[in-house]
Structure formats: C-alpha cells, structure tokens
C-alpha cells in the first residue's frame, strides 16, 4: 500500500498562493487515483480535486473550480495542489488521499484507501 508523506501549506494572506506536494513511498502513484480533501473542526472531509490515473482528467469542487489545480508527476511519483487567489473560506486542514479501487465515486472519503498526514493551510484576510 502506497504511503503519502504531505509538504507545504502554512498561513497566507487573502490572495496568496500556495502549493501542496504529496510524495508516495512503497507503490507508484501511476497505479492510484488521486485526490486531495480539506477539513475543517467538527466538519465532514470534503473532496477539493481529484486526478485520474492517467492524468488525462481532472475534476474540481464548484468553490475551488479555476483557481486551484491538481497535477501528478509521477516520474517523482508526487503528487501537487497548486492554489491561487486564496481566501479565508480555503482555510482547512488539506490531506491527500489514493484509491486503488478500478472505479471510483471521487467525492467520497471511503473510497480512498491511503491517506496523507494533513497540512493546515490558514489564509488571514
């Protein structure tokens, strides 16, 4: 099973930029799909992106659609979460997640079978 060792995040200022890398150990990530999730005290885990195995698809939560983006590179089997135009409402803690299964419901936290550390990312306005 894939581990996932997080780096990055921290606090910013409204309209900052910040990148989230996720480093996989003991498997290929080409073998994974992929997605990052945020959370926040006392709320549900919600999807932020999510990549396919391929990389050739990618999907996106409505409130982070066009300003943050997923990518993998699996040659440095890591994958990344590159966000833009940060605002007070981005700030969670934002863990990283794989599925090994053939198909999967992306937003859905039980379908990933290994899961990052977590990284608080705190925007201050």
């Known amino acids: 099973q894939v581990q996932l060792i997080q780096s990055g995040g921290g606090v910013v200022q409204t309209g900052d930029s910040l990148r989230l890398s996720c480093a996989a150990s003991?498997?290929?990530?080409?073998?994974?799909?992929m997605g990052w999730f945020r959370q926040n005290p006392g709320k549900d885990r919600v999807i932020v992106a999510a990549?396919?195995?391929?990389?050739?698809?990618?999907s996106y939560s409505d409130s982070v659609r066009g300003r943050f983006s997923i990518s993998r590179d699996d040659a440095r089997n890591t994958l990344y979460l590159e966000m833009n135009s940060l605002t007070p409402e981005d700030t969670a803690v934002y863990y990283c997640?794989?599925?090994?299964?053939?198909?999967?419901?992306?937003?859905?936290?039980?379908?990933?079978?290994?899961w990052g550390g977590g990284t608080w990312v705190t925007v201050v306005s």
């Open positions: 990549i396919s195995r391929s990389g050739d698809s990618t």
């Open positions: 997640a794989a599925s090994s299964r053939p198909a999967i419901t992306v937003l859905d936290p039980l379908q990933y079978d290994s």
């Open positions: 003991g498997d290929t990530i080409g073998f994974y799909f």
